[in-house]
């Protein structure tokens, strides 16, 4: 079965730091761009950072450049986002979605995991 | 960066009804424009991509048209199990990706 399951979310202080992690199953994971989406409370889509097959190309969105780092381990199936000086604006639930190579269409989902930034 | 508008935000429809969603950017996108479907507590799922290329495993009742600015997703008969939140999401700026604000379909 084609799967991607997050982990690492939790409470966390303002300023604090978290690393995030996605594990793949059940598709050639290094064949894909990966990303990394998130959804405030109550709130919308919102795209966050995507790395290539090869990690060769990075891109973040404006609200996390500086802050948040992607990165992925293809031996290991699995993708990262470490977020460091968070803010309380970051608090969201985080899902990795699988680039599906047609059109960056997103076609493979996690579950999410909560980020919850407060003191 | 490209915005994407949805109408309605929100509409109520029956089970049956042949519903219509709208989605405008905020400049030509060609048919890099997809379609979303999220239920409560769940993430996302594909239902459409390239503005009309219906997803491996999605009913045909959704389908998708436009190109340039203005897109549909359109549901033929409303079943129960449609009643959710439906997102379009532009790629043509790639790799900055920005969603609509989301549609909420509800039962009437």
């Known amino acids: 079965e084609v799967q991607l399951v997050e982990s690492g979310g939790g409470l966390v202080k303002p300023g604090g730091s978290l690393r995030l992690s996605c594990a793949a199953s059940?598709?050639?994971?290094?064949?894909?761009?990966m990303n990394w989406v998130r959804q405030a409370p109550g709130k919308g889509l919102e795209w966050v950072s995507s790395?290539?097959?090869?990690?060769?190309?990075?891109y973040y969105a404006d609200s996390v450049k500086g802050r948040f780092t992607i990165s992925r381990d293809n031996a290991k199936n699995s993708l990262y986002l470490q977020m460091n000086s968070l803010r309380a604006e970051d608090t969201a639930v985080y899902y990795c979605?699988?680039?599906?190579?047609?059109?960056?269409?997103?076609?493979?989902w996690g579950q999410g995991t909560m980020v919850t930034v407060s003191s | 960066d490209i915005q994407m508008t949805q109408s309605p935000s929100s509409l109520s429809a029956s089970v049956g009804d042949r519903v219509t969603i709208t989605c405008r950017a905020s400049?030509?996108?060609?048919?890099?424009l997809n379609w979303y479907q999220q239920k409560p507590g769940k993430a996302p799922k594909l239902l459409i991509y390239a503005a009309s290329s219906l997803q491996s495993g999605v009913p045909s009742r959704f389908s998708g048209s436009g190109s340039g600015t203005d897109f549909t997703l359109t549901i033929s008969s409303l079943q129960p199990e449609d009643f959710a939140t439906y997102y379009c999401?532009?790629?043509?700026?790639?790799?900055?990706?920005?969603f609509g604000q989301g549609t909420r379909l509800e039962i009437k």
């Open positions: 400049q030509s996108i060609s048919s890099y």
């Open positions: 790395i290539s097959s090869s990690s060769s190309y990075i």
């Open positions: 059940g598709f050639t994971f290094s064949s894909y761009s």
């Open positions: 979605a699988r680039d599906s190579g047609n059109y960056v269409a997103f076609d493979i």
């Open positions: 999401q532009q790629s043509y700026s790639t790799p900055t990706i920005t």
